[in-house]
């Protein structure tokens, strides 16, 4: 058993690229290992921006051998009656460089055939990685990936040394104009120089006395406790944001922490907006006391350990007070004018040129979102009305037009400033909510309604002017703001329905719309129902079932919700399989077949079709009375029950008898029980 040990240096990679390249890479090995039949033990990847580096314990020497089987002649050819080979088994073990005698005989789909058994021996394990580790390398999907000098290949960033190891051995081979060898280099600015490495311990050992941590589980901790460290000699704490912690982990090979400190007279700013300028900007991690108040003070992550320390610490200081002075200029002259006052300014801000202003789409969403308050909570109107005017004014401040991210960030604070109620000035920013996949919903109705309102309206109005998202394209991030439209109403059990709401924005939208309001109805509904399906599977729900609910009816998200845990639990009782059983049969005999307007109860013959037509009166009043109560739970039971009756006529009754009236009377009560199920859900698309 060997190690290997690859390593691909490159010129700084972006830190966004890297964990995906690093999973990708550990993919692709373990599928090429396993497809060449390459026995191996852990498999590990390492990454900082200037490589990317895989490990694997226990490679066999060489591949498994295979045993291969071809098939010849059929039997009845390959020998005659007495059992002889004949001239086509001869000349088919000749073919395949075996002895007639060891041909064996096979039972196949075409019958009995004779097939020659042969060992392949496997290759030397060094061998086949020549030949698979170029592959590897070039098969990194990255988002971007570029050309250097004149060589072809194409790569995130130009390559400039590859280590390729097995057992202490070069595996050689070429990638573009470089060949592989035994060579790692150090810290670009501490330790430049060449690095002979003989094994995977050497070669963590070598690049950590050369300023180089590989492994960024390390790293991390390295900056946890060095933020840890710092902050707490100034008496604070770090404020943690993990994503950027990842980000500054894939900046460095070897992180050094250090503190700055800012003038305290900043922190008259919004809390938010210092936090965010130190962040988005300078990647920096802010200090704060034990109750989570800002202190004066920032951390930020060094690639080397300088010389001068003070001075690297004192330029970040004055870079840090340059974005603070420009976001407290901007902060004062924004409060100048009130965000009621700025709501004019969003006339002359195109939105989409076919779609219109923002002010526009501002009066628009306001509309729906009054539309979905009644429906809601009458009571919130006022609330929802004054956050639907407000929460796009911050758009045109100073402080987002230099920091777009902090767009109703800005919002909120500014609503808080000039004495609008804590229920406005936080739907202000939480209408953008949910702002990703897993992304935290509004905390309140308030929030929620304008979130819905001004999501559907840029659906709509999108669909209305044909930018329908393609496979490759979204620009609007229709399919995101689709899934936050369901979370919301699905978490939050809103009463609300899909096509009244669609249809409202589509009236709201009438003079902008460039397409048939019946087909861009369809499709928004459509896409909708795709997204909602796409979210129920991730969380688990099995197909069948939600195809089941979703097929009958799909309008009132929370109902579709409540039918569809209902039938999934329903699916784990005892008789339940033979009561959906039933019904398929019901459904195949009734495909295709004329049937009565209404069952004629004295054209019932035999005892079974009686009894569960009495059955059925019996259940269907419980069921409806269920189903007008949204017990679904209870209907399903009731359904259940039917199971007897239902197989006691499949069993003791023919449906399709040649005297018309009584067929298509069995016919019509066949079709009203699947009728009452199809209440619930179409009960055929179970498996």
């Known amino acids: 058993m060997k190690e290997l040990l690859l390593e691909i240096g490159t010129e700084e990679i972006p830190a966004g690229f890297i964990p995906q390249a690093l999973i990708d890479l550990e993919n692709l090995a373990r599928k090429e290992l396993e497809s060449n039949r390459i026995d191996f033990g852990r498999m590990k990847t390492f990454g900082t921006p200037r490589r990317l580096v895989l490990f694997v314990e226990s490679l066999s020497e060489k591949q498994r051998n295979e045993e291969i089987k071809k098939i010849g002649p059929s039997k009845q050819a390959a020998f005659d009656k007495k059992g002889n080979p004949t001239q086509a088994a001869i000349g088919f073990a000749k073919s395949q460089s075996v002895e007639v005698e060891s041909l064996k005989v096979i039972q196949t789909e075409k019958g009995e055939y004779v097939c020659a058994v042969k060992q392949e021996p496997g290759k030397p394990t060094k061998e086949i990685l020549s030949s698979l580790l170029p592959k590897w390398i070039l098969s990194i999907p990255f988002q971007k990936s570029m050309r250097w000098a004149d060589v072809s290949i194409r790569f995130a960033r130009p390559i400039h040394w590859i280590l390729a190891l097995l057992g202490g051995e070069v595996i050689p081979f070429q990638v573009g104009n470089l060949q592989s060898g035994e060579v790692t280099y150090g810290h670009r600015f501490v330790q430049p120089g060449a690095i002979q490495v003989k094994d995977f311990d050497s070669y963590i050992q070598k ?198 991210k902090l767009q109703g960030i800005v919002g909120r604070e500014y609503a808080r400033i000039s004495g609008e109620s804590p229920e406005v000035a936080e739907a202000i920013y939480e209408h953008y909510l949910p702002t990703f996949a897993g992304d935290r919903l509004p905390s309140s109705p308030v929030g929620d309604i304008v979130s819905i309102a001004d999501k559907m309206d840029t659906i709509v109005g999108s669909f209305g002017i044909g930018l329908v998202p393609t496979g490759t394209a979204d620009p609007f991030g229709l399919r995101r703001q689709a899934l936050g439209i369901i979370r919301i109403i699905v978490e939050k059990k809103y009463p609300i329905s899909m096509e009244e709401l669609v249809e409202e924005s589509q009236r709201l939208l009438k003079e902008k719309m460039e397409r048939p309001l019946n087909e861009v109805k369809e499709e928004v509904l459509e896409f909708f129902r795709i997204r909602y399906q796409n979210y129920l599977l991730e969380k688990g729900y099995p197909f069948d079932v939600i195809e089941a609910v979703v097929s009958v009816s799909f309008d009132r998200l929370l109902d579709v919700q409540e039918r569809i845990d209902c039938l999934r639990s329903a699916k784990k009782v005892k008789d339940f399989d033979s009561v959906v059983i039933g019904f398929k049969r019901a459904m195949n005999i009734l495909r295709g077949s004329p049937y009565g307007e209404r069952i004629d109860s004295h054209l019932l013959k035999e005892p079974p079709e009686k009894d569960l037509y009495q059955s059925f009166l019996k259940a269907k009043e419980r069921i409806e009375h269920y189903l007008s109560q949204r017990d679904y739970q209870s209907a399903l039971q009731e359904m259940t029950q039917m199971k007897k009756p239902i197989d006691d006529f499949f069993d003791g009754v023919m449906v399709m008898v040649e005297e018309e009236a009584i067929r298509n009377n069995r016919l019509a009560l066949l079709r009203e029980i699947g009728q009452l199920f199809l209440k619930i859900a179409d009960f055929s698309k179970l498996i």
Request: hydrophobic share 40%.
């Open 207 to 404: 690049t950590k006395e050369a300023f180089v941590i590989v492994d960024p589980n390390e790293r991390k901790e390295m900056i946890k406790e060095g933020m840890v460290r710092e902050s707490a000699s100034v008496s604070g704490r770090p404020l943690w944001d993990d994503s950027l912690l990842d980000e500054v982990n894939f900046l460095i090979e070897y992180p050094v922490v250090y503190s700055g400190r800012f003038e305290p007279t900043f922190l008259s700013l919004p809390q938010e907006i210092i936090i965010h300028t130190m962040k988005e900007h300078q990647r920096y991690f802010p200090v704060v006391d034990d109750r989570g108040k800002l202190l004066p003070y920032f951390l930020f992550v060094s690639n080397i350990r300088p010389k001068d320390w003070d001075g690297v610490v004192r330029g970040n200081e004055r870079v840090l007070k340059a974005r603070l002075s420009d976001a407290s200029y901007f902060f004062q002259e924004d409060l100048k004018i009130s965000l009621e006052k700025r709501l004019e300014q969003l006339k002359k801000v195109v939105y989409q040129a076919k779609l219109g202003t923002s002010y526009e789409k501002v009066m628009r969403f306001k509309e729906l979102a009054c539309f979905l308050v009644e429906r809601i909570d009458p009571k919130l109107r006022d609330a929802v009305e004054r956050a639907s005017l407000l929460c796009k004014a911050d758009l045109v401040t100073g402080m987002v037009g230099e920091f777009p």
